[in-house]
């Protein structure tokens, strides 16, 4: 009886090791090739964020597939990530900006919102809403004036007229954008702003110009821990008032 159960168990142990065996070098090969992709990533390069901590994060991880879509896009794409811009308006803080790319058509300026859920809200209104299953609400500041900010910043710096910026709000593709108003600044998933971001073919700046702006604007990104508490500071004031 032992004898046989013991057979009974070797087989079902076999078995079981036949079958999940594949699937878990299926699994693995598909996380070592994404924690390569990211690692050669421009996001990597500038943040040095782990990849775990990065997936862990829902607006890290957001502001990665950003990137990842640009780099999957364009050839040798400029691109920079996390940038503390100071303050268009408000002395002694600063502003941060989740991507920018810069390439012929003008500098695009990226809103990344990577919410699951309906999405509802309007260009003139102070707070949009997210609705997600038993009805649950969350209200979030428009990112269609929070990124208006930022561009606003960004003239500031580079002294560039606006007709050069471009403002994007990218929400996740787990979202559905339900009942958007805005007729100036695209809002979009992901999946349709990669499709059209491709569509700007201006000729704006040349090769030497991008460079120039790129590099002006790096230093932005290169800041110390300080600055990033401060600036979480100022927000986290600015919401308790």
């Not at 600063?94 to 309906?118: L, P, R």
Request: charged share 20%; with cysteine.
């Amino acid at each position: 009886m032992t004898t046989l159960l013991t057979e009974l168990l070797e087989n079902i142990f076999v078995t079981l090791l036949v079958i999940f065996t594949p699937i878990f070098l299926v699994l693995a090969s598909i996380i070592v090739y994404k924690v390569r992709r990211y690692k050669r990533s421009q996001y990597y390069e500038q943040t040095r964020h782990s990849y775990v901590k990065v997936v862990q994060d829902t607006g890290l991880y957001g502001e990665y597939l950003c990137v990842a879509d640009i780099e999957s896009t364009f050839s040798q794409p400029l691109i920079l990530t996390n940038l503390y811009l100071p303050h268009p308006s408000k002395k002694d803080r600063t502003t941060e900006i989740d991507v920018v790319f810069i390439n012929q058509a003008g500098i695009h300026v990226i809103e990344s919102k990577n919410y699951s859920g309906w999405i509802f809200g309007r260009a003139r209104d102070q707070y949009w809403t997210q609705t997600l299953p038993r009805r649950r609400k969350h209200r979030f500041f428009n990112p269609i004036k929070q990124n208006e900010l930022h561009l606003k910043a960004i003239e500031q710096v580079l002294g560039l007229d606006r007709t050069h910026l471009h403002s994007w709000i990218v929400f996740s593709n787990r979202s559905t954008l339900k009942q958007i108003e805005s007729s100036d600044v695209p809002v979009l998933n992901r999946q349709q702003w990669a499709k059209q971001l491709t569509t700007y073919q201006d000729f704006v700046f040349n090769q030497d110009e991008q460079i120039q702006l790129y590099e002006t604007l790096l230093s932005f990104t290169q800041v110390d821990a300080a600055v990033m508490m401060k600036h979480v500071e100022d927000i986290e004031s600015a919401y308790k008032r």
